[in-house]
């Protein structure tokens, strides 16, 4: 019976330290810290890496929020959670037409750091992204 106290201790320690290991894992550059907190003082966010950018997902007025930021501290997008209700109606349209009987997860929209508007629509683990007047443009694997 010890020897199997003694393997579950090391198992979860073996979690604990991964679990940790992969949160010291992101580095984030200091321009890019404060380019988030230029825009959201004060404001607490969970860091991850994209690609070669970083995105902080946090919450501000009630919003489940996201920024995308590069090492240099350019704001390359922000993406809000909006009801599914909000999403332009060809949007809709087109998700109805071609997801029947999915549901939508959740629906976002993204600023880009150039003002351009974009819609997506989280469905069945993929991402299907729209421009501001519902206007599908791809589909991508969430």
Known sequence: MSKHRFVIVVAALGLASACAHKEKDVQVPAPTKAAFEKQYPGVQ???DKEDSNY???????????????????????TETDIPV????????????????????????KIIKSD?????????????VLFDVNGKFIKESKD
């Open 55 to 77: 995105e902080v997902e946090f919450k501000q007025d009630g919003k489940e929020m996201s920024m995308v930021i590069d090492k240099d501290g350019t704001v390359v997008e």
């Open 115 to 127: 003002g351009e508007i974009n819609y997506e629509a989280e469905v069945s683990h993929k991402d």
């Open 85 to 108: 209700a909000d999403l332009p109606q060809a949007a809709q349209d087109y998700m109805k037409q071609n997801y029947s009987g999915s549901k939508i997860d959740e629906a976002a």
């Open 45 to 47: 966010g969970e860091w």
